[in-house]
Structures are given as structure tokens and as C-alpha cells.
T-cell receptor, first 115, second 115 residues
Framework: AQSVTQLDSHVSVSEGTPVLLRCNYS??????LFWYVQHPNKGLQLLLK??????LVKGINGFEAEFKKSETSFHLTKPSAHMSDAAEYFC?????????????FGSGTRLSIRP | GAGVSQSPSNKVTEKGKDVELRCDPI?????LYWYRQSLGQGLEFLIY????????KSGLPSDRFSAERTGGSVSTLTIQRTQQEDSAVYLC?????????????FGPGTRLTVL
């Protein structure tokens, strides 16, 4: 069975400091992993995705994530937070490609940025 | 180009009434998804279309929920005899239809409130 756990429901950092949003998954097979961002009253937007190529994935707006199979993790990082990064972030895992119902969304992490 | 659009953006209805939610996907996208997002929760899969057919309806919570897609484009999600627990944001997404691991492009959602 597959599942995804976002370890923090809320993360608060100061502007200019690093961001770490944690995601752990369980998967029977080689997974595809995604991070989406949702700004207030907007739809979700893809930040980055891992689909079995390079384990360090670079995305938009300076975000990156590293696939660590041994730790079953796909944490999202950014070296320096910006006020515009305040949003909800969702980690997504797919390891069963038989159906769209097997796309599993995490419960989300709300990122707040302090001036 | 135009993204995914949804209408209405907000809908307030009385318990027991029927509602229709509309989704206009990105032109040329053959796959279309409906999700429900409740406060503080991740996304709950409802239904998936490939073209006009729905190979996976497994997420529809009850027989009060139905969806159709016509012309391989616009989709409507209908909720009959609405209940207070149906209150949520309903999100639609589309993708090129290359596979389950496609990037999904989300609309801004319809916020449904059932009084």
C-alpha cells in the first residue's frame, strides 16, 4: 500500500532563512513524487516532480527536493525564504499507476514567513 | 494561455438543494480530475475522466454525486440533495492525458457552503 505523511502541519520561518518541509512516503514500487503549492484562493501549482531520474530535483522559485530511498523521504527545501513563499504545500506520491484514484495527496503544510 | 477555470467561484445553498459545479479544462487536455478539499485536509479524489469516459469513479462519496464530461472538454459535477457535510472546496484539474504521473493543472476551485 502507498501513503504519504507530511510531518508538519505548520512551519514558520523568518524571511531570508532556510525552509524545510518534510515528507515521508511508503510505496511498494518505484514511486513518482511531487510537490504542489497552493496560494490563498488559487489552484495548486506544480513546484517539482521526481520520476526516477536524478534524485535531486530542482523546481520553480528556488525550491528543490531530494529523493532518498533509504529514508523514504522527499523533503522540500529552499535556501532563503521570501514573503511570497507563504502558502500551503502538498506532497504527492504515486506508486500504483493503474488508476487516478491511486494518486495520494498529503494533508498539507502551511508555510508562514515572518518579516 | 488560458488555464483551468471553474464556476461559480462561490456557491451557498440550502440543505436538500441540488448544485452544479462547472470545470473548463485547458484546451487539448484529455484527462480531467475532480477533488474535494475540506478545511485542513488534503485533497480527496472524486472522479477521473479520460476523454468523455470515466474509468475511475471510485472516489464519489455517495450516489448523490455524479459527473459528466461532454465533447472531451467541459465537465460538470452535480451534487443532489446537498448535505452540510458536502461543504468544501471542489477542485478540478486537467492534464495532457499521457499517464497517471502527468503534471496536473488546477483550477481555483469552487467553495461550496451548505446551510
Amino acid at each position: 500500500a502507498q501513503s504519504v505523511t507530511q510531518l508538519d502541519s505548520h512551519v514558520s520561518v523568518s524571511e531570508g532563512t532556510p525552509v524545510l518541509l518534510r515528507c515521508n512516503y511508503s510505496s511498494s514500487y518505484s514511486p513518482s513524487l511531487f510537490w504542489y503549492v497552493q496560494h490563498p484562493n488559487k489552484g495548486l501549482q506544480l513546484l517539482l516532480k521526481y520520476t526516477s531520474a536524478a534524485t535531486l530535483v530542482k523546481g520553480i522559485n528556488g525550491f528543490e527536493a531530494e529523493f532518498k530511498k533509504s529514508e523514504t523521504s522527499f523533503h522540500l527545501t529552499k535556501p532563503s525564504a521570501h514573503m511570497s513563499d507563504a502558502a500551503e504545500y502538498f506532497c504527492v506520491v504515486i506508486s500504483d499507476y493503474s488508476s487516478a484514484s491511486k494518486i495520494i495527496f498529503g494533508s498539507g503544510t502551511r508555510l508562514s514567513i515572518r518579516p | 494561455g488560458a488555464g483551468v477555470s471553474q464556476s461559480p467561484s462561490n456557491k451557498v445553498t440550502e440543505k436538500g438543494k441540488d448544485v452544479e459545479l462547472r470545470c473548463d479544462p485547458i484546451s487539448g487536455h484529455t484527462a480531467l480530475y475532480w477533488y474535494r478539499q475540506s478545511l485542513g485536509q488534503g485533497l480527496e479524489f472524486l472522479i477521473y475522466f479520460q476523454g468523455n469516459s470515466a474509468p475511475d469513479k471510485s472516489g464519489l462519496p455517495s450516489d448523490r454525486f455524479s459527473a459528466e464530461r461532454t465533447g472531451g472538454s467541459v465537465s460538470t459535477l452535480t451534487i443532489q440533495r446537498t448535505q452540510q457535510e458536502d461543504s468544501a472546496v471542489y477542485l478540478c484539474a486537467s492534464s495532457p492525458g499521457l499517464g497517471i504521473a502527468d503534471t496536473q493543472y488546477f483550477g481555483p476551485g469552487t467553495r461550496l457552503t451548505v446551510l
